[in-house]
């Protein structure tokens, strides 16, 4: 059964200083590039063929980093990118806290304005892992949101309790899905 390894970019700029990124390009920090460079020890011992990535600079750098040498296939898809945040794009926790908007962010349905809620995310991303579904191993180069709607949904996790999964910068995290798999999560 093919295995999918999720990892997470490195630490952002926008990590570090505690706003929301969501499709903004946000660069990776020096600590995310550090943190990127100590998995090339980590991903020796993950078997995988093929890599997918988001097109936002923050994973396309991890996996530079992550990967020097890796010569396999390797697909960038905006359909992978961080969730929406629409209108609360830039915003600190703090900010979105006082405007009450924080627990609208949490939750399974919950929608930013002009944004995706978790639920969106997953069905937008398991779209993609399903267009792109291989029988071999995979490793995704992503994002903390995606991690968490993906991986909640997979983990068959309450929905209500998706939205306060954490994955620190540079996690990784493997789950195997038969091939065609992912269609029933659709």
């Known amino acids: 059964m093919p295995r999918w390894t999720f990892l997470r970019h490195g630490e952002s700029v926008a ?49 530079a980093l992550a990967l020097p040498d890796w010569s396999g296939p390797v697909v960038v898809s905006d359909r992978l990118r961080e969730r929406t945040i629409g209108d609360w794009d830039g915003m600190t926790a703090d900010a979105l806290r006082a405007l009450g908007g924080f627990d609208v962010l949490v939750t399974w349905d919950g929608r930013p304005p002009n944004g995706e809620s978790h639920a ?49 910068n540079c996690a990784l995290q493997t789950r195997q899905v038969e091939r065609g798999g992912w269609a029933r999560f659709l």
């Open 15 to 63: 990590n570090a200083e505690g706003w929301l990124a969501g499709h903004t390009d946000a660069p990776l920090t020096a600590k995310g590039e550090a943190q990127a460079i100590a998995q090339r020890d980590v991903l020796k011992d993950v078997p995988f063929t093929r890599v997918l990535v988001s097109d936002l600079q923050r994973a396309r750098r991890t996996l």
């Open 120 to 168: 969106d995310l997953a069905r937008r991303v398991i779209a993609e892992l399903d267009r792109l579904d291989a029988d071999e191993d995979t490793l995704v180069v992503c994002h903390g949101a995606l991690m968490r709607a993906v991986l909640g949904v997979l983990d068959d996790r309450p929905k209500e309790a998706i939205g306060l999964l954490r994955y620190p």
